[in-house]
T-cell receptor, first 122, second 110 residues
């Protein structure tokens, strides 16, 4: 089954204790992203990756790190979590944009989301 | 002012009604996405479009590039359509940097 998996799904931790949220996709997608979702602020992009070893900052990268050593995995690292990083986190993947693709093919560049990780930092 | 604005923020309707959710954006874009977030939290991509109109079942998405506006329509709405609908735009062709609207919470009553 084509899917994006995240672990853990729920995590309660304390300020300053390093943690990693894993993200893995089995669709051989080039693109992967991390988002956080907060009440009143909606979804915001943290980091994204266009391919292995290629990552770039989204709108809210402060306090986060990512790596893309393999195509299927895109872990999110919080070196020193703080309470303002309490949030719902989503990982997503999508296939690479291909010039000349049929415009009626709705699955091209479609985003596939993981189930989310609810993080609480005390 | 947010780069992506959705309206309405909340919408309640009766089963069977025709639903329209609007998305306006203020920057040049290469593509616009419509997403659905279920009450349980999961997010599903409904459409990605850069021009014209797309249809999938009872869902129709349209975009007007000149007016910087997109609409998501649901025909013959059903309680299972109750969800938050989110509009997002990507500015550069093929780019993965997305900017999101605040979402529209839709409730369909039986």
């Amino acid at each position: 089954e084509a899917q994006v998996t995240q672990n853990p799904r729920y995590l309660i931790t304390v300020t300053g204790k390093k943690l990693t949220v894993t993200c893995s996709q089995n669709m051989n997608h080039e693109y992967m992203s991390w988002y956080r979702q907060d009440p009143g602020l909606g979804l915001r992009q943290i980091y994204y990756s266009m391919n292995v070893e290629v990552t770039d900052k989204g709108d809210v990268p402060e306090g986060y790190k990512v790596s893309r050593k393999e195509k299927r995995n895109f872990p999110l690292i919080l070196e020193s979590p703080s309470p303002n990083q309490t949030s719902l986190y989503f990982c997503a993947s999508s296939p690479r944009f291909r010039q000349g693709s049929r415009p009626d093919v709705s699955s091209y560049n479609e985003q596939f989301f993981g189930p989310g990780t609810r993080l609480t930092v005390l | 002012k947010n780069e992506v604005e959705q309206s309405p923020q909340n919408l309640t309707a009766q089963e069977g009604e025709f639903i329209t959710i609007n998305c306006s954006y203020s920057v040049g874009i290469s593509a616009l996405h419509w997403l659905q977030q279920h009450p349980g939290g999961g997010i599903v991509s409904l459409f990605m479009l850069s021009s014209g109109k797309k249809k999938h079942g009872r869902l129709i998405a349209t975009i007007n590039i000149q007016e910087k506006h997109s609409s998501l329509h649901i025909t013959a709405s059903h309680p299972r359509d109750s969800a938050v609908y989110i509009c997002a735009v990507s500015r550069t062709q093929g780019a993965q940097k997305l900017v999101f609207g605040q979402g529209t919470r839709l409730t369909i009553n039986p």
